[in-house]
T-cell receptor
């Protein structure tokens, strides 16, 4: 499956954070989503074969990397209070078989 | 711009009832549609995936249908149980770029009372 770390994180406004994801073996696409309380997940960006393959309506301070070993990370700089959310990682084999999601990282910015 | 809407936002039913959750989308040019379950504070669990060429998918007590021309999907849950209590999300894959991306509705929160 898809595993994410850490499960919970508390950061101070202005700090930087790195969230990590291990994709399902064989999946070459990883996507990141932000889910605010009571809302559906919002697409942040997607990586396909280690290159960014699409970005949602998020500022450049949200960035990511995908590595050859099925791992990836989401970096957020200059944290704002509104960045408090559940961050979800999802992987897929080119999207044809749907997406498998991880359990998420709950980020709280104070 | 693709928009996904789920109605109702919340639903409470007694155990044993059959129920239908609705999902509508504005652009019929979708790659596939996926239904997910989310327990409070947890990640998403995939329930059913319907490819754009398919009309329905079934898994156990769950049946999902897709009507692209009308921009609608329904998730039917038979003989509901308290363990079915969760938020149900539908998402369409817009097929953009090489691999597409998911666009979610806001979900339907289901409570099944014993």
């Amino acid at each position: 499956g898809v595993t994410q770390s850490p499960t919970h994180l508390i950061k101070t406004r202005g700090q930087q954070v790195t969230l990590r994801c291990s994709s399902q073996s064989g999946h070459n696409t990883v996507s990141w989503y932000q889910q605010a309380l009571g809302q559906g997940p919002q697409f942040i960006f997607q990586y396909y074969r280690e290159e960014e393959n699409g970005r949602g309506n998020f500022p450049p301070r949200f960035s990511g990397l995908q590595f050859p070993n099925d791992s990836s990370e989401l970096n957020v700089n200059a944290l704002e209070l509104d960045d408090s959310a559940l961050y979800l990682c999802a992987s897929s084999f080119t999207g044809t078989d749907g997406y498998t999601f991880g359990s998420g990282t709950r980020l709280t910015v104070v | 711009k693709q928009e996904v809407t789920q109605i109702p936002a919340a639903l409470s039913v007694p155990e044993g009832e059959n129920l239908v959750l609705n999902c509508s989308f504005t652009d019929s040019a979708i790659y596939n549609l996926q239904w997910f379950r989310q327990d409070p504070g947890k990640g998403l669990t995939s329930l059913l995936l319907i490819q754009s060429s398919q009309r329905e998918q079934t898994s156990g007590r769950l049946n999902a249908s897709l009507d692209k021309s009308s921009g609608r999907s329904t998730l039917y849950i038979a003989a509901s149980q308290p363990g079915d209590s969760a938020t149900y999300l539908c998402a369409v894959d817009d097929g953009s770029g090489n691999t597409g991306k998911l666009i979610f509705g806001q979900g339907t929160t289901l409570q099944v009372k014993p």
